[in-house]
C-alpha cells in the first residue's frame, strides 16, 4: 500500500492529548468502543493486513476512525476535530469509491482533522489523480501531474 497525507493547515482547537482524557473520562460511547469495537477492529484489520486484502482491510479502518470521532462528540464538553477540510476529504474519497465501483482508496483520522489516504500502489495514478483535480487550483505542483490517470482511471 502506499500512502499519502493531507493535512488542514488549521490549528485544532483541542489537541488531541488533551482532549483524549476528558474522552476518557467523561465518554460512555468511548468505553464501549474500547470494550467491544476496538478488539473486533483489531481482528478485522489484522485479517485483511495477513492476506494482503486491501478493501477488507478499508472497511474496519474508515468504521474505526469514524466511530473515534464520534466518541470525542461524546465527551463532556464536546469536541469537534473534523472540520470541513475533513468533511470533504471523507465525500471525495467515497465519491471516488463510488465511481470506480470498488474500493481505490480509503481514508482515516488521527482522530484530529489530519487526514490519511490510503491506496493500493496499482491505483496511485487514479487516486492521485482524482485528488489533483481538487488540489490542482489551490496547490501548483499538483496542476496536470496526475491527469492521465484521472481521465484514464474514472
Given at each position: ?97 463510488v465511481l470506480d465501483g470498488r474500493v481505490v482508496g480509503a481514508y482515516t483520522f488521527d482522530p484530529g ?42
Open positions: 500500500m502506499e500512502a499519502i497525507i493531507l493535512c488542514s493547515t488549521a490549528k485544532q482547537l483541542v489537541a488531541s492529548m488533551t482532549g483524549m482524557q476528558p474522552t476518557v473520562n467523561t465518554s460512555a460511547l468511548f468505553a464501549y468502543r474500547c470494550l467491544n469495537a476496538v478488539p473486533r477492529t483489531i481482528e478485522a484489520v489484522m485479517t485483511a493486513i495477513n492476506s494482503t486484502d486491501f478493501e477488507q482491510f478499508t472497511a474496519p479502518t474508515m468504521r474505526d476512525s469514524n466511530k473515534s470521532c464520534t466518541a470525542c462528540l461524546d465527551t463532556t464538553i464536546l469536541i469537534f476535530y473534523r472540520n470541513g477540510v475533513s468533511r470533504a476529504t471523507i465525500r471525495t474519497m467515497e465519491a471516488l469509491n482533522p489530519n487526514e490519511g489516504f490510503g491506496y493500493p500502489e496499482k491505483d496511485e495514478e487514479i487516486v492521485l489523480g482524482f485528488l489533483g483535480v481538487f488540489l490542482s487550483p489551490e496547490v501548483a505542483e499538483w496542476d496536470r501531474m496526475y491527469e492521465k490517470g484521472c481521465a484514464g482511471g474514472l
